[in-house]
Nanobody, 121 residues
Framework: QVQLVESGGGLVQAGGSLRLSCAAS????????MAWSRQAPGKERELVAR????????YYTDSVKGRFTISRDNAKNTMYLQMNKLKPEDTAVYYC??????????????WGQGTQVTVSS
C-alpha cells in the first residue's frame, strides 16, 4: 500500500497563497490517481481536486476553480496543490489520497494524516 505524507500547511491571510505537497512512498506512485480533500470543523470531508495517474486530466470542486491548481511530479513521487486567493472558508485540514479508480471521494484510499490550513480574515 502507498504511504502518504502531507506538508506545507500553515496560517495565511485572506488573499494569500500556500502550496501543499504530498510525498508518496511504498508503491509505484505513477500507478495511482491522486486527490486532495479537506475537512473543516463540523463539516463533512469534501473532495477538492483530483488528478489522473499520468497527470493528463484534473477535476476541481466549484468553490476552488480558478484559485487552486493540482499537479504531480511522478519522478519525485510528489503531488502538489497550489492555493491562491485563499479565503477564510478554505480553512480546513487538507488530506491527500491515492486511488486506483477515477471517481469521487470514496474511490480514494488511503489518505495521509493531513495538514492544517488556516486563512485569517
Amino acid at each position: 500500500q502507498v504511504q502518504l505524507v502531507e506538508s506545507g500547511g500553515g496560517l495565511v491571510q485572506a488573499g494569500g497563497s500556500l502550496r501543499l505537497s504530498c510525498a508518496a512512498s511504498g508503491r509505484t506512485f505513477s500507478n495511482y490517481h491522486m486527490a486532495w480533500s479537506r475537512q473543516a470543523p463540523g463539516k463533512e470531508r469534501e473532495l477538492v481536486a483530483r488528478i489522473t495517474s499520468a497527470g493528463g486530466s484534473t477535476y476541481y470542486t466549484d468553490s476552488v476553480k480558478g484559485r487552486f491548481t493540482i499537479s504531480r511530479d511522478n519522478a519525485k513521487n510528489t503531488m502538489y496543490l497550489q492555493m491562491n486567493k485563499l479565503k477564510p472558508e478554505d480553512t480546513a485540514v487538507y488530506y491527500c489520497g491515492a486511488g486506483s479508480f477515477w471517481g469521487g471521494l470514496r474511490y480514494f484510499e488511503p489518505w495521509g494524516q493531513g495538514t492544517q490550513v488556516t486563512v485569517s480574515s
